[in-house]
């Protein structure tokens, strides 16, 4: 025994045709996909930039350590000078 569906092919069509108002179409979707990424780099480009962004890193972070030692080496110094003179 084949169920009987409770929606008429007239139905099934005028929900097809409401979905159409609501919902995009495949080409839509694609459409939108490929107007959204255009404006992205390319692979090589944002390989390139992220080289050049942890290089920078680097470098700052190398000059902060470097800083670093600069401040210990001065508080060490000082240290020294407040020792011998007996000042704290």
């Known amino acids: 025994m084949a169920k009987k569906s409770i929606l008429s092919s007239i139905d099934i069509a005028s929900l097809i045709n409401a979905m159409k108002l609501v919902f995009p ?3 839509e979707v694609l ?4 107007d959204g990424t255009k404006h ?3 692979k090589d480009d944002f390989y390139t930039r992220m080289d ?3 290089g920078e890193i680097q470098k700052v972070r190398d000059e902060q350590e470097l800083h670093g030692g600069q401040h210990r080496t001065l508080n ?3 240290e020294k000078i407040e020792k011998q003179l007996r000042v704290s």
């Open 52 to 54: 050049k962004l942890s």
């Open 40 to 42: 992205l780099p390319t």
């Open 25 to 27: 179409t495949r080409d």
């Open 76 to 78: 060490d110094r000082l």
């Open 31 to 34: 459409a939108m996909i490929k």
